[in-house]
């Protein structure tokens, strides 16, 4: 740290990534990415005049883009809030919403918390239950700013809509966001409670089912008078945070939702093969309905079962926090992918 850095920020412990090696090839199941590519309208919408465009400054409104999202979603343009990742608009909401002090569980997005040190704003994290499992109690009445990844990240869980109308009913002088990154692998959005709810966030991104997380595209669906607030923040910090192309290919990939959403179903798909196959090899693996499993191995830790498992070319995540240190994340690829990764199991565990 330089003897410029503001003393405030000293103690700030940022997040760390997972890998993104480029030494040798690997099979990814580290950070959540969709095995599958970007459709064909979105390598079309990236084109030659597209890149000549690139001169212009690109439309800080996204017009085009919120549009097509109302569309698909069902809202007016004025409910919709577009951004360069869904990270962008936690952190615009942590600034925003966030004065009263913030709740989220001990076990989720590790970004949460960085925010609310980046901003100085306290925080209180609510321990899971036993089984991995919120509590919709522990949020009720707190007057506080709630934050929830449903499904919950790392563990894939989910929290039923009348629990998350609970809090949004207990709740009603602060923001209640919830974390829909992988909603798209069989959760329930809450995306339809909005007009109900003039306190409820809902935050997506086209990072994992729609196979863009390098375009960097997220996005918030929410009552006109958050998404206003949300537009101050970002015009106070970058109106032109999506950039021209991300615009383009987000529009184009939303007129192909379909093909998504069936790469969605795929994915489902391989995680019953790869949960059934993980359970037969003894592993205790929690219910997801996300496009990863969180499983615990029983003879490796987490960490050891990584190492043994990058040595093989296969890249997972493993955790430092105590409660779940014996447990890896590992995302759901590709059919053969998964079957390549049983198969380095197997021979891990001598099976
Ligand atoms: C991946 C992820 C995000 C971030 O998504 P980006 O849109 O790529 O910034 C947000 N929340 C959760 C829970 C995630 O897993």
Redesign the pocket.
């Known amino acids: 740290m330089s003897k410029f850095f503001n003393p405030r920020l000293s103690g700030l412990e940022a997040y760390t990534p997972g890998e993104q090696p480029r030494d040798r090839s690997y099979i990814k199941l580290n950070t959540?990415e969709s095995p599958y590519p970007p459709s064909k309208g979105v390598r079309k919408a990236l084109d030659r005049k597209r890149i000549d465009g690139l001169r212009l400054y690109c439309d800080p409104t996204a017009t085009a883009l919120k549009e097509e999202l109302a569309r698909v979603y069902d809202k007016k343009s004025s409910q919709i809030f577009v951004s360069n990742?869904?990270?962008d608009i936690?952190n615009f909401a942590f600034l925003a919403f966030g004065a009263d002090g913030i709740l989220f569980p001990d076990i989720s997005?590790g970004?949460y918390e960085v925010f609310a040190n980046l901003h100085s704003l306290p925080f209180e994290k609510v321990p899971l239950k036993s089984d991995f499992s919120i509590d919709a109690d522990d949020y009720c009445k707190r007057n506080k700013m709630v934050v929830i990844?449903n499904p919950n990240?790392p563990t894939g869980m989910v929290l039923p809509l009348k629990k998350i109308e609970k809090i949004l009913k207990a709740n009603p002088e602060n923001v209640v966001l919830i974390?829909e990154?992988?909603v798209d692998f069989g959760g329930e959005s809450c995306a339809d409670l909005v007009d109900k709810y003039p306190n409820l966030l809902c935050v997506q991104?086209f990072?994992?089912s729609r196979s863009m997380?390098g375009a960097?595209l997220?996005f918030a669906i929410a009552s006109e008078e958050l998404i206003a607030d949300l537009e101050k923040i970002k015009y106070s910090t970058n109106p032109y945070d999506v950039n021209a192309l991300t615009q383009a290919a987000g529009v184009a990939a939303l007129q192909e939702n379909g093909y998504y959403m069936r790469n969605c179903r795929r994915i489902i798909k391989t995680r019953n093969y790869a949960k059934k196959a993980l359970e037969n090899l003894g592993f205790e693996v929690l219910p997801s309905k996300a496009n990863f499993l969180f499983a615990k191995c029983g003879q490796f830790t987490g960490l050891e079962l990584y190492l043994l498992l990058k040595e093989k070319g296969i890249l997972v995540r493993h955790f430092e926090k105590d409660r779940i240190k014996d447990f890896n994340r590992i995302t759901i690829g590709s059919q053969k992918e998964m079957e390549a990764f049983i198969a380095a199991v197997e021979e891990i565990l001598g099976a």
Do not use: E, M, V, W
Request: charged share 20%.
């Open positions: 959540n990742g869904s990270d936690l997005y970004f990844a990240a974390d990154a992988y991104t990072s994992k997380a960097r997220g």
